[in-house]
């Protein structure tokens, strides 16, 4: 024998009930079987919003209760030829008729008892289960309706009655004796010796299938539902969570506890008894083979899964007077059982001084005033201290049997929270190793699921979250990059990137599994319009483990927003230099801010685009060393055009060709300004660890004073023709002296300078071409020979390059 249930979802409307039938059909091909269906969907929870109506004199009931007969009515038509209808249709009336003179009972008595309301909701599975039987019949399956209020037996705790084992096994065994024929029966509603409708309590339909598994000692009890088995963790929070093949009982009840809802603790306790398998199934993917929950804990990975509840509160009772107070703990317990307030979790220093309790928000206060109430001498004295509340919290459980045969589990799961800054208010943990929990902020709570199952599910890819902002050249180049990497990286590196934010300066959109890079998105007027603290909210909401915000912009609006990001504890990689140039105490509050919150801010592209040029003077820095001086040609587009300038051509033309090569900004003032060398400098000054403020650097301009007033870029073009000859002359007189012109930042106790500077041809800067730069770094141990540092200095793709090669260097930091 094969007990079925189908849930509310299954039997939601006509085109589900014809699957189910279905997969029925096939079932009854291969085995004998009895099913088990839920109320319509939803109809269950309008019965009791009509009781609601009708007792709080609300005459809208009435039309509620129309519609919902209509509804059952439909699928007769539906599911049952004319010829056949008559009998269902009548039943259907006459229950309606019933419910009719209930509601209009309520409306007169404004009384809604537990009682009234469980004679309300049977008749949502009264109704479905006999409309599918007779539609079963209708199509050649010899049925037999059977309501469980005939057959099971409970007390009178009206909402969630208990079960009378004994003489429900014996009943329901008598009846399947005597009857013939696939029995379709009421989920979720029993009654008592008096024959008052009773029901099972959360998850009913689930219980009345395992109670008719238990009796009958089935070969196996199917749960049919709207998802393939039990997932991994809540995939609304957890967009990688997957299927669990299999769980043992114990680990299927440590999930359900902990807030997994595809099936409950009361389900499995008559299939346990009898070690009954259960298998979790999909109506709507009858191929999948969803899980089984059986006996078995040999099975499977070190966890099977990860589940949360959220609106948690912690109650925290502690003083020293409870030191010297035997029982101080039971008499915790009983106070809050008194008050019938659920305890989710508790931790307990050994000598009792504290005690923790995870308890639901809502009876957060209740629990304090009972706590304080069995402690009102202790309290009064002074021996213990008023019981705190700490609200805004979430728990969190890793579950799995083969905890117990692996060491380290815990240690696993503390290091994956540790790494993304997530506190955590308590810990909870068996000898048995079969559960472990933990207290976390509840704004915490999707960034710890994801981060606990990358680490313990996908632990062969350390997934980067990326917030990209800035889809110009840089931005593109940066994309074009990660996907033509990204097979490379999963199986080299194990790190797996995927980008979730793109804004430009326009538009903004997001997509949670992260865009397809083979093919990139265009932001366009159909998305979005960007709004930065939006992008931030909408990136925080997102709220992934391994974050990370990507700023490919020169915007000091973007930069401003850097404290705002570390703060939400993402990080932050960039070739924008505004944030680290602008004011000396903000650059070292940034500074403060990443370490506080253990997130890291990687700019090495601030200075020279992928050179290893900051990393290398941070571990110059961190060794001991100390810089005496830095020279450093720091400007691709303007080490390009001075040494192009070389050839003989036009400075203005020259100029007009780096711009074209896209070496300068597309105000190429910006670059002959100085302005940039000297953020650069600027930035070497303070990894160097001196204190050097913008005002302190002397800067040598190279646009020339009529040119900086030009309107537009095609204005200062035509007007620096005319100081073509200038430089010209300016090329000569350093030929004439064996010289070359370079464009250079020097730093020299504590001051620095930027500009042309004319220099022999044996200096190292007078063999730089294209759009090389060069850095050369004096310190105490590079005292006769300066350490150089040279390479291109411009360009997106050398720029993406090292912006990539940041991103990553997140990642391997993650895997530590």
């Known amino acids: 024998m094969k007990i079925i249930k189908f849930g509310g979802s299954s039997v939601a409307n006509h085109d589900n009930i014809k699957r189910v039938f279905s997969i029925l059909q096939e079932k009854l091909k291969r085995s004998e079987i009895a099913v088990i269906f839920s109320a319509f969907g939803g109809v269950t929870e309008s019965l009791l919003e009509i009781a609601r109506l009708a007792r709080e004199g609300d005459e809208t009931y009435r039309d509620l209760l129309q519609t919902l007969e209509e509804k059952h009515l439909m699928l007769v038509r539906q599911l049952i030829g004319v010829h056949n209808q008559s009998t269902v249709m009548t039943y259907v009336k006459v229950r309606f008729k019933e419910l009719e003179d209930l509601f209009h009972g309520i409306y007169l008595i404004k009384e809604n008892s537990p009682r009234t309301l469980d004679y309300v909701a049977s008749f949502g599975e009264r109704l479905s289960a006999f409309i599918l039987a007779e539609a079963l019949s209708a199509q050649g399956v010899r049925t037999q309706f059977l309501d469980a209020r005939d057959v099971i037996r409970t007390n009178d705790r009206f909402g969630q009655a208990k079960v009378d084992f004994e003489t429900t096994n014996s009943q329901i065994k008598s009846y399947f004796g005597k009857h013939e024929g696939v029995k379709v029966i009421t989920g979720f509603i029993a009654s008592t010796a008096k024959g008052e409708t009773t029901t099972l309590g959360r998850s009913g339909s689930d219980y009345t299938a395992a109670i008719f598994a238990g009796a009958l000692e089935a070969t196996d009890l199917e749960i049919w539902t709207d998802v393939s088995g039990v997932l991994t963790s809540d995939p609304r929070l957890v967009y990688t ?54 006996g078995d804990v040999s099975v499977g990975p070190l966890i099977k899964g990860i589940s949360s509840i959220s609106n948690i509160s912690m109650v925290t009772v502690q003083g020293a007077g409870l030191m010297d107070s035997a029982g101080a703990s039971s008499r915790v317990f009983k106070a809050l059982a008194e008050a019938k307030v659920t305890i989710l979790l508790i931790s307990q220093a050994s000598s009792e001084h504290s005690i923790c309790l995870a308890i639901k928000s809502h009876e957060a206060f209740l629990a304090k005033e009972s706590v304080e109430k069995e402690f009102y001498y202790e309290i009064k004295s002074g021996e213990m201290d008023e019981v705190t509340l700490l609200h805004n919290l979430a728990t969190i459980a890793v579950v799995g049997e083969n905890m117990k045969h692996n060491p380290g589990a815990s240690g696993r799961m503390f290091r994956a929270l540790g790494r993304n800054n997530i506190n955590v208010a308590a810990i909870a943990q068996g000898s048995s190793e079969l559960n472990i929990s933990a207290v976390i902020p509840q704004a915490d709570l999707q960034k710890a699921l994801n981060a606990l199952h990358e680490a313990f599910f996908l632990s062969e890819n350390k997934v980067l979250h990326v917030f990209l902002v800035g889809t110009g050249l840089i931005g593109q180049a940066l994309i074009k990059m990660i996907a033509n990497q990204q097979e490379k990286l999963r199986g080299d590196n194990e790190l797996d990137i995927q980008i979730h934010g793109l804004a430009n300066s326009r538009y903004m959109a997001f997509h949670e599994d992260g865009f397809d890079l083979k093919n990139p998105y265009q932001l366009s007027d159909t998305d979005d319009k960007t709004d930065l603290n939006r992008f931030i909210e909408k990136m925080e909401e997102m709220n992934f483990s391994n974050s990370v915000f990507v700023d490919c912009t020169a915007s000091q609006d973007v930069a401003e927003l850097y404290s705002k990001i570390l703060e939400a504890k993402v990080a932050i990689v960039t070739p924008n230099k505004k944030a680290n140039s602008g004011s000396m105490e903000n650059y070292l509050a940034l500074k403060k801010i990443a370490k506080k919150r253990g997130v890291k801010f990687l700019y090495e592209t601030n200075v020279a685009a992928g050179l290893p040029v900051i990393n290398t003077l941070q571990d110059l820095m961190l060794s001991g060393d100390k810089v005496i001086r830095i020279e450093a040609v720091l400007s691709g587009s303007m080490n390009f055009i001075f040494s192009e300038l070389e050839k003989g051509d036009p400075f203005s033309e020259v100029v007009k060709l780096a711009k074209e090569k896209g070496y300068t900004e597309p105000d190429p003032r910006d670059d002959l300004s100085g302005m940039d060398v000297a953020r650069k400098i600027l930035i070497l000054g303070r990894e160097a660890e001196q204190t050097l403020e913008f005002d302190n650097i002397t800067i040598q301009s190279m ?30 007189a350093a030929e004439a002296k064996g010289e070359k012109l370079r464009f250079m930042a020097t730093l020299e106790n504590g001051k620095a300078k930027v500009g042309l500077n004319s220099l022999p041809n044996s200096h190292p800067f007078s063999s730089l071409s294209g759009s090389d730069n060069m850095i050369l770094l004096t310190t105490d141990r590079y005292l006769d020979r300066p350490m150089i540092i040279r390479g291109p200095g411009a360009g997106a793709d050398v720029t993406a390059a090292g912006v990539f090669a940041d991103v990553i260097r997140i990642g391997n930091y993650t895997r530590e």
Not at 254 to 276: C, D, W, Y
Not at 705 to 732: M, N, Y
């Open 703 to 732: 646009v020339p004073e009529d040119c900086q007033k030009a309107s537009s870029v095609t204005e200062f073009f035509e007007k620096l023709q005319g100081h073509d000859q200038s430089f010209l002359d300016l090329l000569k």
């Open 241 to 294: 969570a997957f299927t669990i093949p299999q769980l043992s009982y114990s680990e299927a009840m440590e999930l359900s506890h902990f807030g997994a809802k595809v099936i409950f603790p009361a389900t499995m306790q008559p299939a346990m008894k009898r070690n009954i398998p259960i298998y979790i199934k999909n109506t709507f993917e009858p191929e999948n083979p969803g899980t089984l929950i059986n």
